[in-house]
C-alpha cells in the first residue's frame, strides 16, 4: 500500500518539550514537505526538502528543524523555541516541481 | 515572494448555482497553479492544475496572466462539492516551494 504516513495522529506535550512528528513515504518522491494548519491560516510552510541531505526554509520556520537523512523519511521536530506550537501537521511528498502533491493524514499536536 | 490570495473564507451557494471561487497570486516568474480540495474526513488531493488545461468534476480553471487570477468555476454546483479548496502556487524552475492560499470552505445548499 503506497502513500506518505505520519506518526502519531495525536500528540500531547508539556510545554517547553522537543517533540518529532515522523513522515514516511514510499512513492520514491524526491521532495518532501512540512505545512502547518490553523484554522483562518491555510497551509503555511514550514520547511521543504527537494533532495537528500538538502532541505530548505519555508515562510514559518522558526522553532522548527528538520533533516532528511534517507529518501523516504522527513520527520519534523517542534522545538520549545515555537512559541504556538499547537496545531496541525501535514505533510507532502511530490517526484517534483509541477507534479501532484501527496499528502498525509496529518498530525495533530496539543502542547500544554 | 509568492502569494496566493483567496478573498473569500466562506462561500455558499444553492445546489444547481454556479460558483466561483476566487483566486489571486503575485510572483513574478512564470508560476504553474493548481487547486487542491479536502472532502470532509479526508486527505488534501488535487483537483486540478493550469497545465493540463482539463476539467475535473465539472471544474475549470483559466490562469489569467494579466489579471494574475486563477479562478476556479463549475456552472452548476452540486451538494457534493462542498468542501475546502486551496489555490497553490509553485515558483517553476528548479525551485520546488509550494505556496497555498488561506482557502474558501464552499457549502452546497439542498
Known amino acids: 500500500d503506497g502513500g506518505i504516513t505520519q506518526s502519531p495522529k495525536y500528540l500531547f506535550r508539556k510545554e517547553g518539550q522537543n517533540v518529532t512528528l515522523s513522515c514516511e513515504q514510499n512513492?520514491?518522491?524526491?521532495?518532501m514537505y512540512w505545512y502547518r494548519q490553523d484554522p483562518g491560516q491555510g497551509l503555511r510552510l514550514i520547511y521543504y526538502?527537494?533532495?537528500?541531505?538538502?532541505?530548505q526554509k519555508g515562510d514559518i520556520a522558526e522553532g522548527y528543524s528538520v533533516s532528511r537523512e534517507k529518501k523516504e523519511s522527513f520527520p519534523l521536530t517542534v522545538t520549545s523555541a515555537q512559541k504556538n506550537p499547537t496545531a496541525f501537521y501535514l505533510c507532502?511528498?511530490?517526484?517534483?516541481?509541477?507534479?501532484?502533491?501527496?499528502f498525509g493524514e496529518g498530525s495533530w499536536l496539543t502542547v500544554v | 515572494a509568492q502569494r496566493v490570495t483567496q478573498p473569500e473564507k466562506l462561500l455558499s451557494v444553492f445546489k444547481g448555482a454556479p460558483v466561483e471561487l476566487k483566486c489571486n497570486y503575485s510572483?513574478?516568474?512564470?508560476?504553474?497553479l493548481f487547486w487542491y480540495v479536502q472532502y470532509s474526513r479526508q486527505r488534501l488531493q488535487l483537483l486540478l492544475r493550469?497545465?493540463s488545461r482539463e476539467s475535473i468534476k465539472g471544474f475549470t480553471a483559466d490562469l489569467n496572466k494579466g489579471e494574475t487570477s486563477f479562478h476556479l468555476k463549475k456552472p452548476f454546483a452540486q451538494e457534493e462539492d462542498s468542501a475546502m479548496y486551496y489555490c497553490?502556487?509553485?515558483?517553476?524552475?528548479?525551485?520546488?516551494?509550494?505556496?497555498f492560499g488561506k482557502g474558501t470552505l464552499l457549502t452546497v445548499n439542498p
Open positions: 507532502a511528498s511530490t517526484r517534483g516541481p509541477g507534479n501532484t502533491i501527496y
Open positions: 512513492l520514491n518522491h524526491d521532495a
Open positions: 526538502s527537494q533532495i537528500v541531505n538538502d532541505f
Open positions: 510572483y513574478s516568474g512564470s508560476p504553474e
Open positions: 493550469h497545465i
Open positions: 497553490a502556487l509553485y515558483s517553476g524552475g528548479s525551485n520546488y516551494k509550494l505556496t
